[in-house]
């Protein structure tokens, strides 16, 4: 682990190990002109930030590499100290050759994520923005890669701070109560902080809330594919998929078990699930337990794709039911249409498609992209996705809850104080105004050392 107060100048490569056109090495610190002025010609005077300037490392007199050096003045820069980046030919000798020479004259190698921890440690980013960063690194599609963007641009770190200053708002009144007598205290002094204190809990109670979608944005958005025996369920779920993954048979009840897939469409992530086939008045108990799986499914889904194999009047009363019971979007599809012997054309509402042709798919797909529209339109929205940030903000609504039932009995203000300073502390945790070595080095520990 880093040292806190380390003021080193670091150095690593920035682009990953192996052989490649080009590579970037970063160097960060105090002395970081000072290096570049003693292995980099022709000498330059006057570096001004954020310009490129073309040229060759040397070690002594031996030419090493011609490259790029590109420089971000204190206190303008990621870190907020001098960096100098610089993009040489991707050859393993060059880059360690180059990294070698930038030791050698007074850098070290950088720690893991100790560039991103300096930005941190000058107020660059807070903690919040940094873990954002991880989850934007670590983001695999369109609604995971937005939110973690949003985040990292402070959205959530301006609400935090600002539900921050209305809690030491509430201690300042708190502290008016201690200094003052119960004359002083009016009926309207506590109205106002009732309020306030109800519109802190209503916004951290939100934040708690978006916990759940920021998971399934993480995941993927979850499918569920369901219907009777033998409507196809399997064969969608395979051309879906692009791949045999699951079984296919004309016998019905082939599907017992559930089978679940990442698929992306369109930049999306999907959790497609294919289920066993729903029958009625069945003993089997196999069938019985797959029955009982779908259910769980469709419950733990955002999307439902009900299949039947033919023309069902009844499709309108059967998407309402799902949508009332289950509080689901529902795309009904009427699969086999090639083998329909009453000809309709491919339309919307109901879909009608061949799993096993292709035929019709891209109305499916179609509607699926309508659903997912709305769901990214949420991605606007302030979404938590970090479980320590979640586990925190409970932490802060179980201690204003508190103090708001134990307003009501008359409780002294200074057990109200104390309560308030505990919610904020969990808030401060999140921002990373307050925390500890075993935090920051669990966060800092999952970056690469170039970062």
């Not at 399997?234 to 079984?247: M, P, Q, V």
Request: hydrophobic share 40%; aromatic share 10%.
């Amino acid at each position: 682990m880093f040292n806190i107060d380390n003021n080193d100048t670091i150095t690593a490569i920035a682009t990953p190990p192996g052989i490649g056109a080009i590579a970037v090495i970063r160097i960060s610190g105090q002395l970081s002109f000072k290096i570049i002025d003693i292995i980099f010609k022709p000498k330059l005077k006057n570096l001004k930030s954020r310009r490129i300037y073309l040229g060759y490392i040397y070690s002594k007199n031996t030419l090493i590499d011609k490259v790029l050096i590109n420089i971000f003045k204190s206190p303008n820069s990621y870190t907020g100290e001098d960096i100098i980046e610089i993009s040489c030919h991707g050859s393993i000798y060059i880059q360690n050759k180059i990294l070698d020479l930038i030791i050698t004259h007074g850098a070290r190698l950088a720690t893991r994520g100790e560039f991103t921890f300096r930005a941190f440690k000058n107020g660059k980013l807070d903690l919040y923005q940094v873990e954002s960063l991880l989850e934007l690194f670590y983001s695999e599609n369109k609604l995971d890669h937005n939110l973690a963007l949003n985040n990292l641009r402070g959205d959530v770190s301006l609400i935090i701070k600002n539900l921050r200053t209305k809690i030491l708002t509430l201690n300042t009144m708190l502290e008016f109560w201690i200094d003052f007598s119960e004359e002083d205290i009016n009926k309207n002094n506590i109205l106002a902080f009732n309020n306030l204190l109800l519109n802190i809990i209503n916004h951290i109670k939100d934040l708690i809330n978006s916990f759940k979608l920021g998971l399934f944005f993480k995941k993927g958005i979850a499918i569920a594919i369901i219907g009777k025996p033998n409507v196809g369920k399997s064969t969608l779920f395979n051309f879906l998929l692009k791949a045999e993954r699951s079984i296919v048979s004309n016998k019905s009840g082939t599907t017992i078990n559930y089978i679940e897939e990442n698929i992306y469409i369109d930049g999306i992530k999907y959790r497609l699930i294919d289920n066993a086939g729903i029958k009625k008045n069945t003993l089997n108990k196999l069938e019985l337990k797959g029955i009982k799986k779908t259910i769980e499914n469709i419950k733990k889904s955002e999307i439902i794709m009900y299949l039947t194999n033919k023309i069902n009047p009844k499709h309108q009363h059967i998407q309402k039911y799902y949508k009332s019971f289950f509080k689901k979007e529902i795309i009904f599809i009427i699969n086999k249409c090639d083998l329909l012997k009453q000809k309709i054309k491919l339309q919307s509402s109901p879909i009608l498609i061949s799993a096993k042709y292709g035929i019709g798919i891209n109305y499916l797909l179609n509607q699926l992209k309508s659903i997912s529209e709305s769901f990214i339109k949420n991605n606007k929205k302030t979404i938590i996705t970090n479980i320590r940030h979640y586990e925190e903000l409970k932490k802060a609504f179980f201690k204003l809850k508190k103090i708001k039932s134990k307003l009501k009995i008359g409780i002294e203000p200074e057990i109200l104080s104390l309560l308030l300073k505990e919610a904020n502390y969990s808030l401060e945790k999140i921002i990373g105004t307050i925390t500890n070595e075993e935090i920051l080095f669990h966060i800092f520990d999952r970056f690469c050392i170039g970062k």
